[in-house]
């Protein structure tokens, strides 16, 4: 198994309340993304970083940021988390010019 | 405009049969590459079979194929003799150069295709 782990796994949390999730890998890969899967929508791009502190956003970016201080962590930060991004996250990391290999994901309920 | 197409949103396969999954792809880059995955319902994502755009073969990994049209812009994931255990969402995914130079490479999914094989 590749060695990325995303932490926490399950989450319920408050509307308003900030929320980061955490993406750590062991692989060294340069390449790190976040995304979130909705029934309909497929898995979408949030944020993805192409090195330290070289993040980029991507399709669905608008109420979260990323950070990205040191290669093997990836942090998404919901700074004020809505019903709306209630959803299941996916992390995942990728050397150049290969596959992406995913962490176990995340099931996070904003109630 | 979407720049992965999965256009079957399900399809039901016999048992023993073969099945394609359809895939269309929107870029201007010259070297791009195109993913499959498998979903299965316990949830996480499995990585299956890689196609570079300048491969000039069809990527093969056991009972997957790819059936890559670089100019239809197509990249069709076959499977050969469906398996119970294939009954899955499969989900097609490329990743295009966005920034010559940063090496910002974006991987971007379509919507899936729920697969489901009958016995």
């Known amino acids: 198994d590749a060695g990325i782990t995303q932490s926490p796994r399950h989450k319920v949390t408050e509307t308003g309340t900030p929320v980061t999730l955490r993406c750590h890998q062991t692989?060294?890969?340069?390449?790190m993304y976040w995304y979130r899967q909705d029934p309909g929508h497929g898995l979408r791009l949030i944020h993805y970083s192409y090195g330290v502190k070289d993040t980029d956003k991507g399709e669905v970016s608008d109420g979260y940021s990323v950070s990205r201080s040191k290669t093997e962590d990836f942090l998404l930060t919901l700074e004020s988390a809505t019903s709306s991004q209630t959803s299941v996250y996916f992390c995942?990391?990728?050397?150049?010019?290969?596959?992406?290999?995913f962490g176990q994901g995340t099931r996070l309920t904003v109630v | 405009a979407q720049k992965i197409t999965q256009t079957q949103p399900g399809m039901f396969v016999q048992e023993k049969e073969a099945v394609t999954l359809d895939c269309t792809y929107d870029?201007?880059?010259?070297?791009?590459?195109l993913f499959w995955y498998k979903q299965p319902s316990s949830g996480e994502m499995i990585f299956l079979i890689y196609q570079g755009s300048y491969d000039e073969q069809n990527a093969t990994e056991g009972r997957y194929s790819l059936n890559f049209q670089k100019a239809r812009k197509s990249a069709n994931l076959v499977i050969s003799a469906s398996q119970l255990g294939d009954s899955a969402m499969y989900f097609c995914a490329m990743r295009e150069l966005l920034v010559e130079g940063a090496g910002s490479y974006q991987l971007t999914f379509g919507k899936g295709t729920k697969l489901s094989v009958i016995p």
């Open positions: 995942a990391i990728r050397a150049q010019n290969t596959e992406a290999f």
């Open positions: 692989e060294n890969h340069r390449y």
């Open positions: 870029t201007s880059d010259q070297s791009y590459g």
